[in-house]
């Protein structure tokens, strides 16, 4: 067992020779008094184990600047750090940086160096035999090498230690382009990267060294001033089930994460837009409300007025006809206004109020109504197949959707009864509205449920073409669909599905 102590007080020198000479009188042991020396001789000689001091007086050196030059080296020689004065924040940055482990002075005995020398044994062989399979790996990955400098991003591996072991043309062009570091065999990771990102960086590799795989996105100020975006994988180098390193690669993405926010940004304005327009159009609808009433009442006036002073039959006769015709219009704009607001509300509001309900009674409210009030003395078939079960679904919304279609349904149809038809599959529900009525135009189907169409056949109907819009969103914001089958003169059938509820 050859070992290396760097140690700068003599005392502690001595003391350690002779617990080595206790534990195995065989040892061979050097010793540097400086870190200097120390490094140069642990670079030079191989060692089975080195053990030195964290603060080595006077250079100033600490044990991290022997672990940093020893592992540059390419050496795997164990290394074990030991202090007068432990801390947790110093052992840990010590392993970090490469060392195999961290001992208090207090606790240097026989059996401390008895334990010392079997964990560098260990260690020696663990890292001899990762060393073999390090070099089988390379030997039988040349094919590799010529793929892996087509790929269009950086690709590099690190071994155990955190140290550059292979990387790309592409790696080399972007390192020292962005970074402004030109990339060689060997160097630590943490020399390669900038202050911002080297955590983040290092993170993504150790967790790759202890066998999990990462990707994240990183952001650094390149040397030229210029923001950069980089997408940074990496993976465990798994040999036979033996982790000897990691692999990855980085390929810069600044562009798709400027495009990002670009679209971010349009979505933004998109929606402010889109919440003046909604404001806008809800005020002026309600504002439009007030002179349709004052119209509607003076209209009224003007014709109880006429009555009382004319009392000529032939122009009361003509005025009345005024009078409709002047209401008939106000109606119309006051339905249009309605829809307007209604149309608005269901964009806006985002509020649902989705839970467990009977579907079959919400068709039969539907039902109920529509027979009691029989349009042109018809009455609405309704029908349910299959077993019934709950569904979620925001009941005030659904009610709407089925008013709005059984409505059209007997709006758009003159003989025929139409029907309701709730049928239950496994996986859902089908509801369909059917009427046997003027059908509509195959050229109008695709445009129906956009606001304000109306098919070309339907201008003689009172409508306001935001209805079947209505429905759409309604549906939608339910998680249902609504399609549409119809042939005109023959009629339409209109079906909406409702997932099942889990």
């Known amino acids: 067992m050859k070992i290396l102590l760097i140690e700068d007080t ?20 050097d010793i540097a008094s400086e870190a200097p020396d120390g490094i140069e001789l642990a670079v030079k000689n191989d060692y089975d184990l080195i053990v030195s001091d964290f603060n080595l007086e006077p250079t100033g050196f600490t044990a991290i600047n022997v672990i940093r030059e020893v592992r540059k080296s390419d050496k795997i020689t164990p290394i074990v750090v ?27 005995n026989e059996s401390t160096v008895k334990q010392m020398v079997s964990k560098a044994v260990i260690k020696l062989k663990e ?44 790696a080399k062009e972007f390192f020292l382009r962005s970074m402004d570091v030109t990339l060689k065999h060997g160097i630590n990771a943490r020399s390669i990267l900038p202050e911002t990102i080297t955590k983040s960086w290092i993170k993504i590799l150790n967790e790759a060294l202890e066998g999990k795989s990462d990707l994240q996105e990183l952001f650094f100020t390149t040397v030229n001033g210029e923001d950069c975006w980089i997408e940074v994988s990496m993976s465990p180098i798994d040999i036979h089930g033996e982790i000897i390193g990691a692999a990855g690669f980085a390929r810069e993405v600044t562009g798709r994460k400027k495009d990002e926010f670009l679209i971010k940004q349009t979505l933004e ?78 964009i806006v509001d985002t509020n649902l109020k989705i839970k467990s309900n009977d579907l079959t009674q919400t068709c039969q409210d539907i039902v109920d109504n529509f027979n009691m009030i029989k349009p042109g003395n018809r009455s609405l078939n309704y029908e349910v197949i299959g077993k019934v079960v709950p569904l979620k679904y925001d009941e005030e919304l659904l009610s709407n ?50 606001p304000f169409f109306r098919a070309s056949n339907a201008k003689k109907v009172k409508g306001t073409g935001l ?12 998680n249902g669909t609504i399609e549409v089958d119809s042939i005109q003169d023959v009629g339409t059938t209109f079906t909406i599905r409702i997932p099942t509820s889990p």
């Open 10 to 29: 003599e005392t502690q020198q001595v003391m350690f020779k002779r617990l080595c000479f206790k534990v195995d009188p065989s040892y061979e042991i």
């Open 401 to 450: 959707v089925l008013y709005n279609l059984v409505d059209n349904a007997f709006k758009y149809s003159e003989k025929h009864n139409p029907e309701l038809l709730v049928k239950y599959e496994p996986t859902g529900v089908n509801i369909q509205v059917k009427d046997q009525g003027i059908g509509i135009p195959k050229k109008d189907l695709e445009g129906l449920f956009t």
């Open 467 to 478: 209805g079947l819009s209505i429905v759409k969103e309604y549906l939608e914001r339910n």
């Open 269 to 346: 304005k998109e929606v402010e837009i889109n919440q003046i327009k909604s404001r806008f159009i809800t005020t002026a609808a309600h504002q439009f409300r007030t002179p349709l009433t004052i119209i509607y009442s003076n209209v009224e006036l003007m014709h109880l007025q006429s009555k009382r002073q004319l009392n000529n039959p032939v122009i009361e006769e003509e005025i009345t006809g005024y009078k409709r015709k002047i209401e008939k219009e106000i109606d119309h704009l006051t339905e249009l206004i309605n829809g307007v607001l209604q149309n608005e509300k269901v």
């Open 82 to 108: 030991i202090t007068a004065y432990a801390s947790f924040d110093k052992a840990v940055e010590c392993l970090n940086y490469g060392a195999d482990d961290f001992y208090n002075k207090e606790e240097l």
């Open 127 to 170: 890292n001899s035999e990762r060393e073999r399979i390090k070099e089988l790996f390379v030997k039988n990955s040349t094919e590799n090498r010529i793929l892996i400098e087509n790929v269009d991003a950086s690709v590099f591996s690190f071994d155990m230690n955190r140290k550059l072991v292979r990387y790309n043309q592409k």
